[in-house]
């Protein structure tokens, strides 16, 4: 039986975090961080495609979605510039892009991941790997963790940081059961932050990418847009700015509802070529045909987009690709046009958990105190990261979120040996 101060389960984004934060007090004990992957931060290397968008300087409670209001004391206290100092203390330096994403400097997860690591490790913090904690018992004083090999760990203290359900390859399990039995409760889950299914089908375009305006329609009335590249797979719709709609989508797929509100049905309408007015593109078509007038309808939008995704439009427009461009009549041109600044795809739903970057819901935060990340219900448990019923857009959003509940759970775990 090992005796510590603090036990972390999770040695993820949040998990790491507290762990640097609690060894920083001189004062903390002994820690341990139990992690049932064989090595640490296996999600965390995969963040940002192995970059990691390790927070946003546009951090405000617009940009997540769940229990916002009752974190909005916790995104106060922790600021970018915080974490962004916090990192700096721990030996990271960072840059952020001209959107606001900030980076570690290097443009290495994997960085992110050693200097947490390191400086837990040379901070005294012991890591149990390859070892899952199957039980959390709360004890007359503190805590007993059984671990999967048989192992029990009795803490004072105990740091729930076992982060979601979505994206289960980078996660030995999620700790909603442990949470669950020590008292709490744990909303509705689906994944969110993943590719959109269309009802049509899109091999021939897929891995094509276009810069395009998408915009969410439920029972056809817009309900949100995003500007940025789309990518096309065999059946569904990919890329950062789909990704920010699958968070209505997602809950429309759980629930019927958006925001509370039922719907029946729901569409992406995509502006292929947002830069120009339907009136520029249309006039612009009708030039190519006038000067053009032998070349093939299936040529008409080689030198304005995407080779097969333009081909795709031409066919969807009802043109014959072979039909010489004189011979299209101007009706068609503008149908095509049309058909360019809003091609209507019906979603059929969101991928699952495997393709998902986050989940929503989780264990409601009216349950901790957003100060201290401790449990209201369990004196002496914290709650922290993705577990709990709250998550971001995408750009960095949901790792500052971890790290500032590592932050403010290390901290107070540690100040209250
Ligand atoms: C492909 C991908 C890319 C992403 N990119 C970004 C990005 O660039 N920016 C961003 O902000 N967010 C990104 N995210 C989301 C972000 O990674 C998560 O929100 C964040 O890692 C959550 O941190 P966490 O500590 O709560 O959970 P995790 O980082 O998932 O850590 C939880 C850890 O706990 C361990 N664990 C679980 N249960 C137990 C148990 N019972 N016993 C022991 N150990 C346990 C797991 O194995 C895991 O290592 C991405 C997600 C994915 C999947």
Redesign the pocket.
Same mark, same amino acid.
């Given at each position: 039986m090992k005796r510590v101060n603090i036990v972390i389960? /999770?040695?993820?984004?949040? &998990?790491l975090m507290a762990a640097c934060t609690a060894a920083q007090n001189k004062n903390a004990g002994p820690i341990v961080v139990?992690? &049932?992957?064989p090595k640490? /931060?296996?999600?965390?290397l *995969? #963040?940002?495609n192995g970059r990691? +968008?390790?927070t946003n300087m546009h951090v405000s409670p617009a940009h997540y979605h769940g229990d916002v209001r009752a974190a909005e004391p916790l995104l106060a206290q922790y600021t970018p510039e915080k974490i962004r100092a916090v990192f700096r203390t721990l030996g990271l330096i960072t840059r952020e892009d001209s959107e606001g994403r900030v980076y570690p400097h290097n443009l290495q997860a994997a960085a992110v991941l050693s200097i947490l690591r390191d400086y837990a490790a040379e901070h005294g913090v012991l890591f149990l790997l390859e070892? #899952? *904690?199957?039980s959390v018992q709360k004890m007359k004083k503190g805590f007993r963790i059984t671990l999967s090999d048989g192992e029990e760990i009795e803490a004072a203290k105990c740091i729930l *940081?076992?982060?979601?359900a979505?994206?289960p390859k980078? @996660?030995? @399990?999620?700790?909603y059961t442990?949470a669950k039995t020590l008292g709490h409760t744990v909303t509705l889950l689906y994944p969110v932050l993943t590719q959109l299914v269309c009802k049509e089908k899109l091999k021939s375009v897929s891995g094509a990418r276009c810069a395009a305006e998408a915009t969410l329609l439920s029972d056809g009335q817009p309900v949100c847009s995003e500007s940025g590249e789309v990518q096309f797979t065999d059946n569904s719709l990919s890329g950062i700015c789909i990704f920010g709609l699958s968070i209505p989508a997602g809950e429309f797929f759980s629930t019927g509802k958006i925001q509370g509100k039922p719907y029946k049905t729901l569409s992406v309408r995509l502006d292929c070529l947002p830069d120009l007015s339907f009136r520029e593109l249309a006039d612009y078509l009708l030039e190519i045909r006038a000067n053009f007038p032998d070349r093939p309808a299936g040529d008409l939008l080689t030198g304005l987009m995407h080779m097969k995704v333009g081909f795709l439009l031409i066919q969807r427009a009802g043109i014959d690709p072979n039909l010489l461009l004189r011979r299209i009549p101007q009706g068609q041109i503008q149908k095509l046009a049309a058909l360019i600044k809003g091609w209507t795809l019906e979603i059929t739903g969101t991928k699952g958990w495997n393709d998902a970057?986050?989940t929503a819901g989780g264990i409601p935060l009216s349950e901790v105190n957003v100060e201290t990340m401790e449990s209201k219900k369990v004196p002496g448990l914290y709650l #922290?990261?993705?577990?709990l019923n709250i998550h971001?857009d995408c750009?960095?959003? +949901?790792?500052?979120f971890?790290w500032s509940t /590592?932050c403010a759970a290390g901290a107070d775990a540690a100040r209250r040996s």
């Open positions: 389960l /999770g040695g993820g984004a949040a &998990g139990v992690e &049932g992957n640490l /931060g296996r999600k965390l *995969a #963040t940002g990691c +968008n390790l070892r #899952t *904690a199957v *940081a076992c982060g979601g979505a994206s980078h @996660s030995c @399990s999620d700790g442990l970057q986050v #922290t990261g993705e577990m971001g750009g960095g959003y +949901n790792l500052h971890a /590592g």
